[in-house]
């Protein structure tokens, strides 16, 4: 797995365990002579304040959204899988290819370096053959 992909499967982990269910606390509003006051404890006098616990459709749909984010996060995780496979078969045609090309133009060259030095060899033969001509051309002209 590549940082990105640690990192996003990271905070998705923080983000699903931020949601679970915490527990609450019932807090108490006291009313002394006009004045209001909050306590975890209750005073003599206190009304208690609507505690802060979920209800069971509550309850209900955090599971329901914690199970969709983890289904979510197995989906992404099996996407860039599948991505990542994908992108090394490219890696590895392209480098299949570059090295075929490679091999093309090398051969190509080898075969222009081999008619290259033919020519060569045919014009050097052919000169060889014209300076004996014109030799054996002046030793029959030269007066004895």
Do not use: H, W
């Not at 208690?48 to 955090?62: F, I, L, N, R, Y």
């Not at 099996?78 to 051969?107: F, N």
């Not at 080898?110 to 030799?135: P, Y």
């Amino acid at each position: 797995m590549n940082l990105s992909t640690r990192f996003t499967c990271l905070a998705m982990l923080l983000a699903a365990l931020s949601m679970s269910a915490t527990q609450a606390q019932t807090a108490f509003r006291c009313d002394n002579n006009g004045q209001t006051t909050y306590s975890e404890k209750p005073c003599p006098a206190g009304k208690a304040v609507v505690g802060t616990q979920d209800s069971a459709e509550q309850k209900a749909a955090a599971k329901d959204a914690n199970a969709q984010m983890r289904k979510d996060n197995a989906d992404i995780s099996k996407r860039l899988s599948d991505r990542e496979k994908l992108e090394a078969q490219e890696r590895a045609a392209a480098r299949k290819a570059a090295l075929q090309k490679s091999d093309a133009g090398k051969k190509a060259k080898a075969s222009a370096k081999a008619k290259s030095a033919a020519k060569n060899a045919k014009a050097t033969k052919q000169t060889k053959a014209k300076k004996k001509k014109s030799s054996s051309a002046a030793v029959i002209a030269s007066p004895k």
